[in-house]
């Protein structure tokens, strides 16, 4: 029996199957859409919103809406590449990225994006928030300067390491990324082997001694833009994890 799942992305049909997602299926089919809180395998988490289509003509996030028979998705058109772009020039300007002196520049998920997406510089103004550094743990920083608050270390380390090191704390403007101790970074059990290190999409998260191993201008998104992994069918990002867990 064929279980195959037809259904349609900017009028092109494609296959997935059952229990997958708009976005799991687009990045086979070798279609991109723009992500960050997205990692594969872990379950999705859907606050970034950047990767928001249209199924069936009303919005949603490609990460967790699952496909259906003849669904028709909306991926790339003017209105969806405008709201895209907002968000990400408010995160931008909520944050304090400063890209040339950041030792994720060129390995950074939301400096390629905007790259992608055209933008030379954010058209709200800056909020410059005061925002800790905790450099206490021997091999890692956490740069909260640069949070984005997109949660994927926060998933990784509780389900993949298995110890729930980070977590979000307060809400609203002032909601931040906080650690399982009473004090600082170097008083959780974080070891730099964690899976947890290695998700960050931008420079909030930084093993120590090795920010400028490979040089810049070589680094992955110096060579190609992002997504240009999945619009050429090759393998996607590396999974946290061989299989799916649970949120």
Not at 218 to 239: F, H, K, L
């Amino acid at each position: 029996m064929n279980d195959d799942i037809i259904f349609f992305i900017d009028g092109e049909q494609v296959t997935g199957q059952p229990g997958q997602t708009i976005i799991e299926a687009a990045d086979e089919a070798g279609v991109y859409i723009p992500r960050l809180c997205h990692y594969p395998g872990i379950k999705a988490w859907g606050s970034c919103r950047v990767c928001t289509v249209t199924a069936n003509g009303r919005p949603c996030s490609a990460c967790t809406q699952p496909i259906t028979t003849g669904l028709v998705v909306e991926n790339d058109s003017e209105t969806l590449r405008e709201y895209r772009k907002s968000i990400i020039e408010m995160l931008f300007v909520e944050g304090n990225h400063f890209c040339m002196f950041c030792e994720k520049s060129g390995d950074c998920e939301l400096q390629a994006l905007a790259y992608r997406m055209g933008i030379t510089a954010p058209r709200y103004p800056y909020l410059w928030p005061e925002r800790e550094v905790d450099a206490s743990h021997p091999d890692v920083i956490i740069d909260r300067n640069r949070c984005i608050l997109c949660a994927r270390c926060v998933r990784v380390s509780r389900d993949v390491d298995g110890k729930a090191v980070f977590q979000f704390v307060e809400r609203g403007p002032e909601k931040r990324l906080a650690v399982n101790a009473e004090a600082r970074l170097k008083d959780t059990d974080l070891d730099v082997t964690d899976e947890a290190l290695d998700v960050c999409p931008v420079g909030a998260l930084l093993k120590k001694r090795v920010g400028y191993t490979v040089p810049v201008g070589e680094r992955m998104y110096d060579q190609e833009p992002i997504g240009s992994d999945i619009e050429s069918n090759t393998d996607a990002a590396p999974a946290a994890a061989a299989t799916e867990v649970e949120a």
